[in-house]
């Protein structure tokens, strides 16, 4: 929500969110690469908000802590496979929660170091309440 006073706009609280159903899901996808981040999409479809831990900053997508897992998709060797981070890797910045809403979704901007191209990956955010939501494979 934007407030408007005085003929300023002060942007507090601001959200690049949108409304989603109400099927009881929470799903985490790919988005693609913006910049120097990778870009995903959150979307809670059940009854009660959710909260994960990590950092926001004025103006940009919120940044999740997470862990991802990532194999070489131009080798063969189909056994291999990289964690980025450690699990629930901690984003730089002020320390805080991200809260997603009952039937909303909101985008979140991962660093991309650590990713490489040619990777296919997996990201995943472990809620206040100890769920781990994963996203699909993603190539980079």
């Not at 409304?19 to 988005?31: H, I, K």
């Not at 940009?60 to 990532?70: H, L, M």
């Not at 909303?104 to 660093?111: G, K, N, Q, T």
């Amino acid at each position: 929500m934007c407030v408007l006073v005085a003929g300023a706009v002060f942007l507090s609280a601001c959200k690049r969110h949108t409304e989603v159903p109400l099927d009881g899901r929470v799903l985490l996808e790919y988005s693609g690469s913006s910049g120097e981040h990778l870009t995903f999409k959150i979307s809670n479809g059940t009854n009660k908000a959710i909260k994960f831990p990590g950092r926001s900053a004025w103006g940009q997508d919120p940044a999740p802590n997470y862990s991802a897992v990532c194999r070489d998709s131009r080798n063969s060797d189909a056994g291999m496979s990289i964690t980025v981070g450690p699990p629930f890797h901690s984003v730089p910045g002020t320390p805080g929660t991200i809260k997603v809403s009952s039937g909303e979704r909101i985008r979140l901007a991962v660093p991309k170091m650590g990713f490489h191209l040619g990777e296919r990956c997996r990201m995943s955010v472990e809620t206040s309440d100890g769920t781990t939501v994963s996203s699909g494979e993603f190539e980079l």
